[in-house]
């Protein structure tokens, strides 16, 4: 065998090994929204949700999440989407992230950048073009908050 690949001890083998202990990226994402997910009922009915999930799956990014935040239309605009924005925040703060990010589309999001601002968020970046949704390219505001 060739020096330097492949020893029992090799830099190689350390890192398949660490690699193979470590969570896969899938199973880190689905214990992390099970955990944060969060519900709003309201009037019987499910007015919305919120939780958060891992911003990139590479382990140096693990104390980075990123929201995911949905209010139903008809209970828009009642202060539920702040309620629920702020809880998530504070678990995902007990559970030790200390970023917390929000990808926003860039255009007809009026009603989410304003929740993130009033909870916090500030403007991180654009990114142009992004997604591809209903027929056209969407960018993408990146907004940030410091947890804890
Ligand atoms: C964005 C969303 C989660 C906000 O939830 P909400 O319960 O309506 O928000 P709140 O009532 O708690 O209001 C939070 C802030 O948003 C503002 N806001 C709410 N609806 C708005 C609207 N239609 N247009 C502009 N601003 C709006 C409020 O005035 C408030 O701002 P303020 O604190 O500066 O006064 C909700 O509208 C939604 O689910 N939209 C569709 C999906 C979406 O955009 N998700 C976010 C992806 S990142």
């Known amino acids: 065998m060739p020096s330097g690949i492949g020893g029992a001890g090799s830099p190689d083998r350390r ?3 660490a690699r193979r202990r470590r969570p896969h990226p899938g199973e880190q994402y689905l214990r992390l929204v099970r955990h944060t997910l969060r519900r709003a009922d309201a009037d019987g009915e499910i007015a919305g949700y919120a ?3 891992p911003w990139r799956r590479k382990p140096a990014y693990s104390s980075t999440v990123e ?3 949905f209010i139903a239309p008809a209970k828009a605009g009642f202060g539920i989407g702040r309620l629920l924005l702020t809880e998530l925040m504070a678990t995902c703060a007990d559970a030790g992230s200390r970023q917390m990010i929000a990808g926003i589309a860039d255009s007809d999001a009026e009603a989410s ?4 601002k009033s909870c916090g968020f500030t ?3 654009r ?3 992004v997604r591809y949704k209903h027929g056209r390219w969407i960018g993408t505001l990146l907004m940030q ?3 804890g």
């Open 127 to 129: 990114l142009a073009d």
């Open 123 to 125: 403007e991180a970046g």
């Open 145 to 147: 908050r410091a947890l």
């Open 15 to 17: 890192r398949q090994a």
């Open 113 to 116: 950048v304003r929740l993130h």
């Open 51 to 53: 939780y958060a999930g």
């Open 67 to 69: 929201d995911s935040i």
